[in-house]
């Protein structure tokens, strides 16, 4: 019996500021969970190709295949000796993609071969493209670091590339690992 009381006592106090002031303000927007989409890691879906390749081939040991094959460790890079300044990665998916957001981890050594200056653009035909992030003087605190970049992006594209116009130091450059993740209008 004494339970019951405090708990109506307890509902009745609860309930009295909520009819007086309504409940509240709402601090964040609404979510419809019905329609609410997660952030999706996409890079499985397309194909790679780059401008210039690893000296021992797209499969070799440091091969661009190892850029997307979501392996994260020392073990798994791509590298290019030399780099040339007009160098770029892309993805080309067999449907559009709403992505907002990629993912670039540092290789296992040597910080000057890390990516500097880059943008990262959108196409629709791999003809015309629109840049949707741009970045300069980037570092890379750590080996095999992910560093995560992400930006505004309504527009869903067939193909996606990274051109990065300058490395940290000398002529290598080298990345363990690239990923572009879709993101939903609502948490962009
Ligand atoms: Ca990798």
Partial sequence: ??????????????????????????EFPAVDLFTWKAKVDVTDKANLSVNVES???????????????????AASKFLINPYQ?????????PAP???????????????GRDPKDWKFSGSMDGTTWVDLDVRTGETFSGRNLTRTF????????????????????????????????EVPVEQQ
């Fill in 97 to 111: 993609q709403q992505v907002a957001s990629y993912t670039l981890t540092s290789g296992n050594d040597a910080p």
């Fill in 85 to 93: 300044a007009d160098f770029y990665m892309q993805l080309s998916f």
């Fill in 1 to 26: 019996m004494t339970l019951l009381k405090i708990t109506r006592r307890t509902i009745g106090l609860c309930l009295v500021p909520v009819l007086l002031l309504g409940c509240g303000k709402e």
């Fill in 55 to 73: 000296i021992g081939g797209a499969t070799g040991n440091e091969g661009s295949k190892k850029v997307v094959d979501n392996d994260f460790s």
């Fill in 150 to 181: 992400s930006f505004k992006n309504i527009i869903l594209y067939n193909h996606y590339r990274i051109s990065i116009s300058a490395v940290g130091s000398g002529t290598l450059f080298q990345l363990s690992e690239w990923r572009l993740i």
